[in-house]
Every structure is written in structure tokens, then in C-alpha cells.
């Protein structure tokens, strides 16, 4: 066989080694493979994208409108779109871009630390429950079981009613916080139930009775070898309640029971103009789209992200 042979043989090899990662012993993990996937699909990267600008809104909304949100003209009182303002003027004559821009900050911070609380405590309770089993499990099970039954919706609607008289005075940040505890105190059980799940159906795998039998501790078995593997589903369920909790976060304020002046939100944007539909759209129009959009994108997010991290949809 001729150099010129061996050389292109050799190159062939090196081709099908870098095309193939397994045949050089570099197997990818379920995390890097799934990275690798999502990378490739445009229903993950557009909606990364969408939720990126908004994010990027909400933290530095002064490079998006110079106009105050709160300066109110009462001649321009629900003017339409125009070269001035791109959304309109609203009721009291405020700039409707302005508010559905600064809007993007209260109403994507409650939605993310709502699921954060949520799946921190739903995870550790449910990772608790399957991996100690027994009347531990049986107990927490009930425990979760009691919030389960509770109405999202109707639970909020009576907590944040007897919680109304402490919201006075204490300012957008504590409306804020109240809010997002309340939230993430109603969605945590079904963390819980997904967590447990995902837990019970690792537990008895060869490599944690191999690490049981070499002495490791509990927590070094949940921590090091449970925990990983069971964790997919929870972050599923968490990208995908992103969305949820914002358009719930924006049912209660329009329902007058969530966010209120003068926190500037979505959902308190559509609550101010909700009877003023026949007479104008724009000011009910813009924040309901704009909230639409990232409603639909975290959950397009959830989406790719539970294909790509489970083997049987690829």
C-alpha cells in the first residue's frame, strides 16, 4: 500500500473518531448530549432568544424607552399609537411602551423566584420522601396531598384577601415578596410529587446499592448519585412553571388581588384598563401580547428541554 494510501486511510480514521466520540472512549454524558441536541434545535434556541431580551429588558429597561412611566398627561388620555409613543397613551395619559417595558421586571421576578421557592422546597421534600420511604414518606405524602387539594387560583385569592390590610404601606418590593411566597407556597406539591417520582425510580439502581455497600453516607448517596439522575424532570417542570406562574401572577392582579400600584406590572396594566376594551385596546393590547409571548416561550423552553433530556422522544 502507497504513502499517499496509508495517509488518506488515516485521515478517514481521524474524520470518523471526531464524527464519532464514543470510538475514541469519550462517551458524552446525558447532560452534554442533551446541550448538544438543544443547540441544534431552533423551537429551543428562537424561544432562548425571546426570554434573553426580555430578561435583558427587565434588568436594564433604560436602554429600551427614556420615557417615565409614571408621567401622566391627561390631553393625551388614551391616545392611539403613534411616531411619540409606539403604544399609545393609556387613561391617565402615561406612556403605554413605557409601562409595558418597566412592566417586565415585576412580573418576570415574581414568576422566576415563585418557581425557584417552589422547586427548592418541593425538591427537598420530595427527595426526602422517595429516598427514606416508610412512614417518613407516608407523612410527607399526606403533607403534600393537603396543599395538592387546594384550588391554585382560589388558595391565592383567600390568602392574598386576608393578607390585604398588611399590604398597605409597605411599599413595590414588599408587594412583591407577599406575592411570591404566596405563589410559591401554593406550587411547591407538584415539585413534590415529580421530585418523589424521579427519586423512587432511581433508588434501587446497581450503582446506589454498590455505593450503599461501600459505606457511603445518605447524603453522599443523595447528593452524588440519586440526585443527579432524578433531576431532569425536576428542571423540566421548573422551566416549564416559569411561564405559568407569570400568567398566574398576572390572573391575581388582574383580579385585583396580586400585584397593585405602584408596582408596575402586565397584569396590573390590564387590570387598570379592563373595562376600557370598546373605547381603546392599546393599553390592554400591548402588556397582554408582551406577556403572551414570554408566557409561550419559557413553556417552549420546557418543552425542548424534556425532549432533549429523555432518550425515548429524541
Not at 432568544?49 to 434588568?59: E, M, N, Q, T
Not at 387560583?153 to 409597605?170: C, D, K, M
Request: proline share 6%.
Amino acid at each position: 500500500m502507497s504513502d499517499p494510501q496509508i495517509a488518506a486511510m488515516s485521515r478517514h480514521e481521524d474524520e470518523d473518531r471526531s464524527a464519532h466520540p464514543e470510538m475514541t472512549g469519550q462517551v458524552r454524558s446525558l447532560w452534554s448530549d442533551a446541550w448538544h441536541d438543544l443547540l441544534r434545535k431552533p423551537s429551543f434556541l428562537i424561544p432562548l432568544v425571546i426570554v434573553g431580551l426580555f430578561v435583558l429588558i427587565a434588568i436594564f429597561p433604560g436602554l429600551f424607552t427614556n420615557a417615565d412611566p409614571e408621567y401622566a398627561e391627561l390631553s393625551k388620555s388614551m391616545q392611539g399609537p403613534s411616531a411619540e409613543a409606539w403604544f399609545g397613551y393609556d387613561l391617565q395619559g402615561r406612556d403605554v411602551f413605557a409601562r409595558t417595558i418597566y412592566g417586565a421586571r415585576p412580573s418576570i421576578i415574581v414568576g422566576t423566584l415563585a418557581v425557584l421557592l417552589a422547586t427548592l422546597f418541593g425538591g427537598l421534600i420530595g427527595i426526602i420522601a422517595g429516598y427514606a420511604g416508610g412512614w417518613i414518606d407516608s407523612l410527607l405524602s399526606r403533607f403534600t396531598e393537603i396543599f395538592l387539594g387546594l384550588p391554585y387560583v382560589l388558595g391565592a385569592i383567600i390568602i392574598l384577601s386576608a393578607l390585604a390590610n398588611t399590604r398597605s404601606g409597605i411599599g413595590s418590593f414588599g408587594i412583591m415578596m407577599i406575592v411570591t411566597l404566596v405563589m410559591a407556597l401554593l406550587g411547591w406539591p407538584l415539585v413534590t410529587r415529580i421530585a418523589r417520582s424521579a427519586m423512587l425510580a432511581v433508588k434501587h439502581s446497581d450503582y446506589v446499592q454498590a455505593a450503599r455497600g461501600l459505606g457511603a453516607s445518605p447524603v453522599r448517596i443523595v447528593f452524588k448519585h440519586l440526585l443527579p439522575n432524578a433531576l431532569a424532570p425536576i428542571i423540566v417542570i421548573a422551566t416549564i412553571s416559569v411561564g405559568t406562574f407569570i400568567s398566574a401572577e398576572a390572573v391575581l392582579s388582574f383580579l385585583g388581588i396580586g400585584l397593585r400600584p405602584p408596582v408596575i406590572s402586565w397584569g396590573v396594566a390590564i387590570a387598570d384598563h379592563q373595562n376600557l376594551m370598546r373605547q381603546a385596546a392599546h393599553p390592554v393590547l400591548f402588556p397582554a401580547a408582551a406577556l403572551t409571548v414570554v408566557v409561550i416561550a419559557f413553556v417552549m423552553i420546557g418543552d425542548a428541554v424534556r425532549e432533549a433530556l429523555d432518550p425515548k422522544l429524541r
